[in-house]
């Protein structure tokens, strides 16, 4: 008999907690897809709240369609973050991965929001309810063997989500707003390791945008019978900019971003 939500929930909680990794769920269960997974973010949710964590936010992932192939999963995904998993950071900080099963690290522009997103608002409208933008790194992780699975195990594992470390948060004006979704779109961001770049993109590579991103989030969870629209409050972490790197301890990586007024960020892992 296939597995239940709950109990998918539970041993994907279990083999994170542990740094423990496991078969990916459709190997099991080739009827376990993308649809059968969404219960599965709900019943994380309550298993973390359960243990006293507070919801946060949320991360989208794939939202970039130059690493689709890289992965073999070929639509955004998304999962709660916490406030167990959610850090501001100041540039040159230290900070801990190594308690993640193959940790990776992406560059993501954040949004917070002031207002409640709803179904069927217009970019702009979007745009008009973000209270703060920021250049933050998303530390994400497989339970899986080597990063192989398919876009429901992705979500049966929170999205992949392990850590996400905000940079400085830039509170938006009016007019800010009203150029919001064409700046984020043609910002720049340059990776770097060591001090040597290793790749670089733009806003442009989350599905056009970060708004764009966002836009794609309120359309998901419109038709998503077993989880919350999004709410004022909350912070949105929009995807990788550029590919996903592997992370090691004693690394430090760090960002240059060009075209848009954020700081870069740099962290040391340990």
Same mark, same amino acid.
């Given at each position: 008999?296939?597995?239940?939500?709950?109990?998918?929930? =539970?041993?994907?909680?279990?083999?994170?907690? *542990?740094?423990?990794?496991?078969?990916?769920?459709?190997?099991?269960?080739?009827?376990?897809?993308?649809?059968?997974?969404?219960?599965?973010?709900? =019943?994380?949710?309550?298993?973390?709240?359960?243990?006293?964590?507070?919801?946060?936010?949320?991360?989208?992932?794939?939202?970039?369609?130059? %690493?689709? /192939?890289?992965?073999?999963?070929?639509?955004?995904?998304?999962?709660?973050?916490?406030? *167990?998993?959610?850090?501001?950071?100041?540039?040159?900080?230290?900070?801990?991965?190594?308690?993640?099963?193959?940790?990776?690290?992406?560059?993501?522009?954040?949004?917070?929001?002031?207002?409640?997103?709803?179904?069927? !608002?217009?970019?702009?409208?979007?745009?008009?309810?973000?209270?703060?933008?920021?250049?933050?790194?998303?530390?994400?992780?497989?339970?899986?063997? +080597?990063?192989?699975? =398919?876009?429901?195990?992705?979500?049966?594992?929170?999205?992949?989500?392990?850590?996400?470390?905000?940079?400085?948060?830039?509170?938006?004006?009016?007019?800010?707003?009203?150029?919001?979704?064409?700046?984020?779109?043609? @910002?720049?961001? *340059?990776?770097?390791?060591?001090?040597?770049?290793?790749?670089? +993109?733009?806003?442009?590579?989350?599905? /056009?945008?970060?708004?764009?991103?966002?836009?794609? @989030?309120?359309?998901?969870? =419109?038709? /998503?019978?077993?989880?919350?629209?999004?709410?004022? +409050?909350?912070?949105? &972490? &929009?995807? &990788? !900019?550029?590919?996903?790197?592997?992370?090691?301890?004693?690394?430090?990586?760090?960002?240059? %971003?060009?075209?848009?007024?954020?700081?870069?960020?740099?962290?040391?892992?340990?």
């Amino acid at each position: 008999m296939p597995a239940s939500p709950s109990e998918i929930a =539970a041993e994907s909680l279990v083999a994170l907690d *542990t740094r423990r990794q496991i078969a990916p769920f459709v190997a099991c269960d080739a009827g376990f897809d993308v649809e059968a997974a969404r219960p599965v973010i709900a =019943a994380l949710r309550a298993l973390r709240a359960a243990r006293g964590e507070t919801p946060v936010g949320r991360k989208i992932g794939f939202t970039n369609r130059g %690493i689709w /192939d890289e992965y073999g999963v070929y639509a955004p995904i998304w999962g709660h973050m916490y406030d *167990t998993t959610v850090h501001d950071v100041s540039p040159g900080e230290t900070v801990t991965v190594s308690h993640l099963p193959e940790p990776r690290i992406e560059p993501e522009i954040v949004l917070g929001l002031g207002g409640d997103l709803r179904p069927g !608002m217009d970019l702009a409208a979007i745009a008009g309810a973000i209270d703060w933008v920021a250049h933050g790194f998303e530390i994400v992780q497989s339970i899986y063997p +080597g990063w192989a699975f =398919a876009a429901a195990d992705c979500i049966a594992d929170g999205g992949l989500h392990g850590a996400l470390l905000v940079g400085p948060r830039r509170c938006l004006s009016d007019a800010e707003r009203a150029t919001l979704v064409k700046d984020l779109s043609a @910002l720049r961001v *340059t990776l770097l390791r060591d001090g040597a770049a290793v790749d670089s +993109g733009s806003g442009a590579n989350v599905l /056009d945008g970060p708004l764009q991103a966002l836009s794609h @989030l309120v359309a998901v969870l =419109a038709d /998503d019978p077993f989880n919350p629209p999004l709410a004022a +409050g909350e912070m949105v &972490t &929009t995807g &990788t !900019m550029t590919r996903a790197f592997p992370v090691r301890p004693g690394e430090t990586w760090a960002t240059a %971003i060009e075209g848009y007024p954020l700081p870069g960020l740099s962290v040391t892992l340990r």
